[in-house]
């Protein structure tokens, strides 16, 4: 029976230690021309705006299994250089939950020549967070009670701020963001009425790192999309990386893709399994399809985790919806997605 629980606490620290964040989680829905729920240095990189939801979903058979959903809008200010966003989100994981909002200012330098139709652009963005965590204690139970339980609902709420930078030059694009980037934001959730130096174990640095680049080959019906991200928490140095490669095919409705992420933990979590040890690292395989029809795009996901400790057969789900308005026709003679 032991065994068994060992197993069962490392497949939640596996399949769960990078998705328990402060914040969106990063799955893979950026894939889906929605690289400003990552970065706010792309709200209103393009002429017009672009309005994106996305509904998550983990381990259907599993009771209180994580879900995210997300909307979000953003758009070019005009002719100006700005741009503006905004993200409502809500992220359940069995107990625990966070809700929140983001608030998106962005400054975009054009950069080159007078040809307006080629894309050269130095993007950055800041966004204010306002975000409630709760932790639900009222079905927690013990016969010895135990002052870190209080058996009510717990909320806290904090503010924090994303910055980032983007350059995009025609077909090629590369990003960085901090998320939570200031440091300060105590909060004792878990933590409540604890009387051994309870300001000792309430962890207020959530700082996270990210950084992606890409590039869109071809220039026929056909064209071909590797890129990368690489993501690292500061407080606990786990860093885990995707792989990426999508394929568009230019139809006469608009265009259809597709493509395969495959993301890696660089730390592995330790395992017992009868008389033998072993450790496992985080990786997850993600083939996504979608297609653009007129103003609309629709896209899904599925990701599978691979490994001996699975905490179940199946995998997570994720479907996004979108819109684009106020675009020009191919204002950038470039296949630049995020941008025409």
């Known amino acids: 029976m032991k065994y068994h629980l060992l197993l069962l606490f490392t497949v939640l620290m596996i399949g769960l230690k990078s998705n328990a964040q402060e914040g969106i989680p990063v799955y893979f829905d950026y894939l889906s021309d929605n690289y400003y729920l990552v970065f706010p240095s792309m709200a209103g990189i393009g002429d017009g705006g672009k309005i994106r939801a996305t509904a998550r979903k983990q381990w259907f058979d599993v009771d209180d299994a994580p ?140 700082r996270r790192f990210l950084v992606s680049t890409g590039y869109v080959f071809g220039r ?61 690292r985080l990786q997850l395989v993600t083939p996504i399809v979608g297609a653009n029809f007129k103003n609309f795009m629709v896209s899904y996901n599925y990701s599978y985790q691979m490994g001996d400790i699975r905490f179940d057969n199946g995998g997570f789900h994720q479907i996004t919806l979108g819109y684009d308005f106020g675009q020009k026709e191919r204002k950038y003679d470039c296949y630049c997605p995020a941008a025409n």
């Open 67 to 206: 879900s995210l959903q997300t909307i979000n809008a953003h758009f070019r200010l005009g002719d100006s250089p700005s741009g503006i966003g905004a993200i409502i989100f809500n992220d359940a994981n069995g107990y625990h939950s966070q809700t929140g909002l983001k608030l998106t200012y962005a400054h975009h330098l054009r950069m080159g020549g007078d040809d307006v139709r080629q894309l050269n652009q130095l993007s950055f963005g800041l966004s204010a967070t306002i975000l409630q965590s709760s932790l639900d204690e009222t079905e927690f139970r013990s016969v010895t009670p135990d002052p870190a339980v209080s058996g009510i609902k717990l909320s806290s709420s904090y503010t924090n701020v994303d910055i980032g930078i983007s350059y995009n030059y025609q077909e090629f694009y590369t990003h960085f963001a901090v998320t939570n980037a200031l440091t300060g934001s105590k909060r004792n959730l878990y933590y409540r009425d604890r009387q051994d130096n309870p300001e000792e174990l309430v962890i207020d640095n959530i």
């Open 220 to 280: 026929s019906e056909w064209q071909f999309e590797p890129s990368i991200l690489f993501q690292m928490t500061e407080f606990t140095k786990e860093k885990s990386l995707d792989i990426n490669a999508k394929v568009y095919k230019d139809v006469d409705f608009g265009r259809i893709w597709g493509g395969l992420s495959y993301r890696r933990s660089f730390d592995g979590a330790q395992f017992q399994d009868g008389a033998s040890f072993g450790e496992q």
